[in-house]
């Protein structure tokens, strides 16, 4: 069974820096994309960076240049640097991955959407 860890949030003050970890677990024996999303109060959940296994990445207009998403393969984990934060950075952040393949008793299984729990990250002085 696949699962998505995320750790790393907590509460820093606006200008200061946090780093993201999201772990996938289970058979899986390769991930196109690792990606996080956001959830505010009261809001939507939105795209904040995705990385593709072809190391092409992609972000939401509110974060570029602030933040960067890596990822080693090897230990099946996505990254999210987040610098230079704003209150406005507050929010539940979500990894997201797949397609993925994985093992299984019939064999590789395809995978398209995954999601981990959450972290919450506070900017507030």
């Known amino acids: 069974q696949v699962q998505l860890v995320e750790s790393g949030g907590g509460l820093v003050r606006p200008g200061g820096s946090l780093l993201l970890s999201c772990r996938a677990s289970?058979?899986?024996?390769?991930?196109?994309?690792m990606g996080w999303y956001r959830q505010a109060p009261g809001e939507q959940r939105e795209f904040v960076a995705r990385?593709?296994?072809?190391?092409?990445?992609n972000y939401a207009g509110s974060v570029k240049g602030r933040f960067t998403i890596s990822r080693d393969n090897a230990k099946k984990t996505a990254y999210l640097q987040m610098n230079s934060m704003k209150p406005e950075d507050t929010a539940v952040y979500y990894c997201?991955?797949?397609?993925?393949?994985?093992?299984?008793?019939?064999?590789?299984?395809?995978?398209?959407?995954?999601w981990g729990k959450g972290t919450l990250v506070t900017v507030s002085s």
């Open positions: 289970g058979s899986i024996t390769s991930i196109y994309s």
């Open positions: 990385m593709t296994s072809d190391d092409t990445t």
């Open positions: 997201n991955a797949g397609p993925l393949f994985f093992m299984t008793n019939d064999g590789i299984r395809e995978g398209t959407d995954y």
